[in-house]
């Protein structure tokens, strides 16, 4: 992350890999794009990824897309944006840059909505 040119140390990544008896699915929490996103898809073939994309505080649009190519889940669901004005970003974008750079099934969820 970086603010006016000069690199903010934001602290270490962290997520969560969860596995159940169908599916494996893997929560980003509140954290940016990092390489270990490509052994964490490797290692534990997933299912599910949410990742954020509210850009602000945490990865943008494009740095999850990239998490995308690295972790390469079959499906995506982003998280984490359009709860303030900070992060108010366009799903609809995220979705369409999925379909059109990577394999996975984007699914943007509304709020109360289940998958």
């Given at each position: 992350m970086t603010?006016?040119?000069?690199?903010?140390?934001?602290?270490?990544?962290?997520?969560?890999?969860?596995?159940?008896?169908?599916?494996?699915?893997?929560?980003?929490?509140?954290?940016?794009?990092?390489?270990?996103?490509?052994?964490?898809?490797?290692?534990?073939?997933?299912?599910?990824?949410?990742?954020?994309?509210?850009?602000?505080?945490?990865?943008?649009?494009?740095?999850a897309v990239e998490a995308v190519k690295m972790l390469a889940p079959r499906t995506v669901i982003p998280m984490h944006y359009g709860t303030f004005p900070v992060i108010a970003v366009d799903p609809q974008l995220f979705r369409k840059k999925v379909d059109s750079t990577t394999s996975a099934h984007c699914a943007v969820l509304k709020p109360g909505q289940t998958f």
């Open positions: 603010e006016n040119g000069h690199l903010i140390y934001t602290g270490n990544p962290c997520g969560f890999v969860v596995k159940t008896g169908q599916r494996t699915i893997y929560h980003a929490g509140d954290t940016g794009v990092f390489l270990d996103m490509a052994l964490i898809g490797r290692l534990h073939p997933l299912d599910i990824a949410l990742l954020p994309i509210g850009g602000n505080f945490t990865m943008g649009i494009d740095d």
